[in-house]
């Protein structure tokens, strides 16, 4: 009893240590340390391996032994089921190699009989139900034939009546045209007196006469 005790206690050792471990079971672990020696000294070597970490000091070797996972312990309990289901396949084992022809005997001994009644019976198996017949597809239906659709013949373009030719119109005689006589040519001014000064334009048209005066 004592032994699972310490399992259960040190199972529980960091939840102990890191102040999880609620108050019931901290309590029993309290408890069971007050008189296992051995667990209070595993405990108080995790706990100055903690202490050594948080202050950044060296581990001994106790201490990084401490910090490992412990390897799994085979209790007594785990050991008889073990054992006793070794036992039990070895049994198995060799009930079969010794008695396992003879009950193949027996248990063909015993189907004998009951197959030489079937036959003296004369049972025949009920024939299997014909397979039915396979009903004939009906012939392909062909599409009715398509009227073919009349030609339409195309319209005829509408007959334009012939335009009546109006016939030439009668030419006319060609009028003579009048040539118009060249002008005279202006008659040369008439000499101006003496003493008489004429302006002429460039038709030949008197424009001013002018008398000049004698000097006294």
């Known amino acids: 009893m004592r032994q699972g005790k310490c399992g259960w206690a040190r199972r529980r050792k960091w939840r102990y240590l890191d102040g999880t471990l609620p108050a019931p079971q901290k309590r029993q672990v309290e408890a069971h340390l007050q008189v296992c020696i051995p667990c209070r000294a595993e405990f108080t070597l995790a706990q100055d391996a903690l202490n050594a970490l948080a202050a950044g000091k060296p581990l001994t070797p106790e201490q990084q032994r401490a910090l490992q996972r412990p390897k799994p312990r085979l209790t007594l309990s785990r050991a008889a089921a073990l054992a006793i289901l070794a036992l039990l396949i ?21 189907g004998a009989p009951a197959a030489a009644a079937v036959e003296s019976a004369g049972v025949a198996p009920s024939p299997a139900p014909p397979e039915p017949a396979a009903r004939p597809e009906p012939p392909p239906m062909e599409p009715p ?31 003579p045209r009048r040539v118009s006589a ?33 000097k006294q």
Do not use: C, F
């Not at 000064?197 to 038709?203: C, F, I, R």
């Open 90 to 110: 070895g049994a198995g084992v060799y009930l079969w190699r010794v008695q396992g022809d003879a009950l193949l005997e027996r248990l063909a001994a015993r």
């Open 145 to 175: 034939p398509v009227a073919p659709k009349p030609v339409e013949a195309a319209p005829k373009p509408a007959e334009t009546p012939p335009r009546a030719v109006s016939p030439p119109a009668p030419a006319r005689p060609a009028t």
């Open 182 to 214: 060249p002008p005279k040519p202006a008659a040369p001014p008439a000499t101006p007196p003496e003493g008489t000064v004429e302006v002429y334009d460039a038709a030949g048209n008197l424009i001013q006469r002018k008398q000049l005066q004698e």
